[in-house]
């Protein structure tokens, strides 16, 4: 698929899907948005139904004298049940808002006919793509509420501090940034927001989905409330921490569009941003994108890879010689403990052009997991010079409640590797 994009030019929001390959024509990329679409749909009946219907069989299910001394407070499990409906409820309603946006960009009808398969997304979701609806809705949290500015601080204001210390006196708007894997959107908005030319690049339907919807059509500051925790029932201190509410968005994109054009009117040349839906491999590899990027960040990204090799081919043949690719991560190899049959990508946005023919992405077949002393070692037999390495990073958490009983932490993996000029 040649790179669907939403752009956003100055900061301007309209979305635009545009490209020239249509998703709904080809039936493979067409299931995909289908199923994505419809994991949103079917976000809100099945939290209820994992959730509270499941623990409220299970609690009936209990001896009536423990059931009864459990249904007074100071427990009163029952109406801490609906609390947590409660959650759900305001939780859905923002994954119901991402569904209307998405159907919109693509004409769908809410509710289609059965019988026409280029609107018949109703009931195409799989178990898996309702959990990575769940995920990306939680994925907010860190994202685009002020309370996962813990989480971003450490992975995506290094970011900004490398840029300037590498191009301390070029102008912000001269400097193009990429970032792949941008998720919900974020890094791209605050690159933009500072005055850079950023681009996201994501392959996933859901993530593309979700940051369409706030960039593009988020209402106003804290539009919707998000109980990012409210469905797990584990390692709790207190059912208060369980209930935990945050407002998302935490800044308003269309208000920063507002503040750029007054910006611009006063002689401050402003940011611009896009997103490109496409198979990392096959857009930026391409000759197309030859040497096009002053930087490139990888923030928990590179692990995706099942074959870090053509990340870095790809990475060295977009970046413009003496460019950065600033990388901040963990090592999680996505693809460890998958079957080799099933270690492919959900799909791969194959553009119809000639070169991409000939390159599978990140579906090619093949797949190898480096320590972090191999990559270095891959960085520079590849061109690349390591100029920064921090052995000193900040523990991390992804979409960690910070007062968990069980706290998962990585130490990412932070360094700067400048693409050498012969």
């Given at each position: 698929?040649?790179?669907?994009?939403?752009?956003?030019?100055?900061?301007?929001?309209?979305?635009?899907?545009?490209?020239?390959?249509?998703?709904?024509?080809?039936?493979?990329?067409?299931?995909?948005?289908?199923?994505?679409?419809?994991?949103?749909?079917?976000?809100?009946?099945?939290?209820?139904?994992?959730?509270?219907?499941?623990?409220?069989?299970?609690?009936?299910?209990?001896?009536?004298?423990?059931?009864?001394?459990?249904?007074?407070?100071?427990?009163?499990?029952?109406?801490?049940?609906?609390?947590?409906?409660d959650a759900i409820d305001a939780s859905?309603?923002?994954?119901?808002?991402?569904?209307?946006?998405?159907?919109?960009?693509?004409?769908?009808?809410?509710?289609?006919?059965?019988?026409?398969?280029?609107?018949?997304?109703?009931?195409?979701?799989?178990?898996?793509?309702?959990?990575?609806?769940?995920?990306?809705?939680?994925?907010?949290?860190?994202?685009?509420?002020?309370?996962?500015?813990?989480?971003?601080?450490i992975c995506y204001d290094p970011v900004?501090?490398?840029?300037?210390?590498?191009?301390?006196?070029?102008?912000?708007?001269?400097?193009?940034?990429?970032?792949?894997?941008?998720?919900?959107?974020?890094?791209?908005?605050?690159?933009?927001?500072?005055?850079?030319?950023?681009?996201?690049?994501?392959?996933?339907?859901?993530?593309?989905?979700?940051?369409?919807?706030?960039?593009?059509?988020?209402?106003?500051?804290?539009?919707?409330?998000?109980?990012?925790?409210?469905?797990?029932?584990?390692?709790?201190?207190?059912?208060?921490?369980?209930?935990?509410?945050?407002?998302?968005?935490?800044?308003?994109?269309?208000?920063?569009?507002?503040?750029?054009?007054?910006g611009a009117e006063s002689g401050r040349?402003?940011?611009?941003?896009?997103?490109?839906?496409?198979?990392?491999?096959?857009?930026?590899?391409?000759?197309?994108?030859?040497?096009?990027?002053?930087?490139?960040?990888?923030?928990?990204?590179?692990?995706?890879?099942?074959?870090?090799?053509?990340?870095?081919?790809?990475?060295?043949?977009?970046?413009?010689?003496?460019?950065?690719?600033?990388?901040?991560?963990?090592?999680?190899?996505?693809?460890?403990?998958?079957?080799?049959?099933?270690?492919?990508?959900?799909?791969?946005?194959?553009?119809?052009?000639?070169?991409?023919?000939?390159?599978?992405?990140?579906?090619?077949?093949?797949?190898?997991?480096?320590?972090?002393?191999?990559?270095?070692?891959?960085?520079?037999?590849?061109?690349?010079?390591?100029?920064?390495?921090?052995?000193?990073?900040?523990?991390?958490?992804?979409?960690?409640?910070?007062?968990?009983?069980?706290?998962?932490?990585?130490?990412?993996?932070?360094?700067?590797?400048?693409?050498?000029?012969?």
């Amino acid at each position: 698929m040649s790179s669907a994009e939403m752009e956003q030019p100055a900061l301007e929001t309209e979305e635009v899907w545009a490209g020239e390959f249509d998703p709904l024509a080809d039936p493979e990329e067409r299931r995909v948005l289908f199923a994505a679409l419809d994991s949103f749909r079917q976000y809100r009946r099945t939290a209820h139904s994992n959730t509270t219907h499941r623990r409220r069989q299970e609690f009936y299910a209990l001896p009536s004298l423990h059931r009864q001394m459990l249904t007074e407070p100071p427990f009163s499990m029952l109406e801490a049940f609906n609390q947590v409906d409660d959650a759900i409820d305001a939780s859905a309603d923002l994954a119901d808002a991402i569904l209307a946006s998405g159907l919109e960009a693509f004409g769908l009808p809410v509710d289609p006919n059965d019988d026409n398969p280029r609107t018949s997304w109703h009931n195409t979701a799989t178990s898996s793509d309702v959990n990575k609806a769940h995920s990306t809705v939680r994925q907010f949290y860190r994202d685009w509420s002020a309370e996962g500015s813990r989480e971003r601080e450490i992975c995506y204001d290094p970011v900004m501090r490398d840029i300037q210390e590498i191009f301390p006196n070029k102008p912000h708007h001269e400097i193009h940034v990429l970032v792949p894997g941008a998720g919900l959107g974020r890094l791209v908005f605050d690159l933009c927001a500072v005055g850079y030319t950023a681009e996201g690049n994501e392959i996933s339907y859901h993530q593309l989905l979700a940051s369409s919807w706030v960039l593009n059509h988020s209402a106003g500051l804290g539009e919707f409330a998000l109980y990012p925790f409210a469905l797990q029932f584990s390692n709790l201190r207190s059912r208060r921490q369980q209930l935990v509410k945050v407002m998302i968005p935490d800044v308003h994109p269309g208000t920063l569009v507002t503040e750029q054009i007054a910006g611009a009117e006063s002689g401050r040349i402003p940011g611009s941003m896009s997103m490109s839906a496409a198979d990392f491999i096959v857009a930026y590899g391409s000759p197309s994108n030859k040497e096009s990027y002053d930087v490139v960040a990888t923030i928990f990204f590179i692990d995706t890879a099942p074959n870090l090799i053509r990340y870095i081919e790809t990475i060295h043949n977009c970046l413009k010689p003496g460019g950065a690719w600033i990388n901040i991560g963990p090592l999680l190899w996505h693809f460890e403990d998958k079957p080799l049959e099933s270690s492919s990508h959900e799909h791969t946005h194959s553009a119809s052009k000639d070169w991409d023919k000939q390159h599978q992405g990140i579906a090619e077949p093949g797949r190898v997991e480096f320590t972090e002393e191999e990559i270095l070692i891959l960085l520079d037999k590849m061109g690349f010079q390591i100029v920064k390495r921090d052995s000193e990073s900040r523990d991390c958490g992804y979409i960690q409640d910070p007062e968990s009983m069980l706290q998962n932490l990585y130490r990412p993996s932070h360094w700067v590797a400048i693409k050498k000029t012969q």
